[in-house]
């Protein structure tokens, strides 16, 4: 049907992840690859603008950056189209060359994994080396039913990922997939009773809730005008990772994430909405959590 077209943004929220942590102040490096094009490099241009190591970011001759549509409907519902086949996404460099001698956190989305090929295989290799080296896991199921062709299979793919998985960063609808639950709690208790440390349960209008075998916190959410929601999940993943890293308190941790989440849908373009700490600071300072 007739719309409105906006683009390209630079994407992909494993790059919105990386990007929301360097912007909040911590090192990060991304592993991927994108096509000797424009599109490759607007992506690589504004990571390493904002201060990401893109060394593991292979750049292909001869072949296209993977490239990904989102159109959305009046009721507020999306639709994700992308176009992986063939490109260079699918072309990573392999996990035994990336160096973690000084890495806390790995991070994989779950879009990465269900799109398959090479971007599952490395994702595993790179999870079960962290894992080997005692570095946590942070895993975000980000589950598009685009990339998969069998919805059902889904836990079947994330499986490789949650068993080492030290913080989950996930929706209710995924919480309850990956288990087979029918209600957030249930799904999270029986997370939790895996190795899994921390849920950051992302509830939307509502906040978030932290979950941990000790108990759950409830985090209100910020109110923001609202324009474009693609890419807030990615950027709240990041907030958490950073709060872990900071050691702040579950409590300011949702609060960091929730903050980063909201700012993200404040500005057009997935990437655009990952905001400087500084900026994030003073909205969270300036501006009070919904009540719930």
Do not use: W
Not at 20 to 41: E, I, N, T
Not at 80 to 97: R, V, Y
């Amino acid at each position: 049907r007739p719309g409105t077209f906006a683009g390209p943004f630079p994407s992909g929220a494993p790059a919105i992840f990386a990007d929301q942590v360097a912007r909040l102040g911590h090192p990060c490096a991304m592993v991927g690859s994108v096509g000797d094009d424009d599109f490759g490099r607007c992506v690589l241009n504004r990571l390493q603008q904002d201060g990401v190591d893109t060394r593991y970011i292979r750049i292909i001759n001869d072949v296209a950056t993977g490239v990904a549509f989102v159109a959305y409907f009046a009721d507020g519902s999306r639709k994700f189209i992308f176009h992986f086949g063939n490109s260079a996404a699918g072309q990573l460099p392999s996990a035994n060359d990336v160096d973690l001698s000084q890495t806390k956190f790995v991070h994989v989305c779950g879009c990465t994994v269900s799109a398959g090929g090479a971007l599952r295989d490395e994702s595993y290799k790179l999870v079960e080396r962290a894992a080997r080296a005692g570095i946590k896991v942070s895993f975000d199921p980000n589950l598009r039913p685009e990339l998969l062709a069998d919805v059902t299979a889904v836990r079947d793919v994330c499986e490789p990922i949650l068993k080492h998985t030290y913080v989950l960063s996930t929706g209710v609808t995924e919480a309850m997939v990956l288990t087979g639950e029918s209600d957030a709690d249930a799904a999270c208790r029986k997370l939790l009773h895996r190795n899994i440390e921390i849920i950051a349960l992302k509830l939307g209008e509502r906040g978030c809730r932290i979950c941990t075998a000790e108990g759950t916190v409830d985090v209100p959410a910020y109110s923001v005008d609202a324009v474009d929601p693609t890419g807030a999940g990615d950027c709240f993943d990041a907030a958490v990772v950073v709060g872990i890293i900071e050691g702040l308190p579950l409590q300011e941790i949702g609060r960091l994430a929730n903050a980063c989440g909201a700012l993200a849908t404040t500005r057009r373009g997935p990437m655009e909405g990952a905001f400087r700490r500084d900026e994030v600071e003073r909205f969270m300072s300036s501006n009070r959590p919904l009540q719930s």
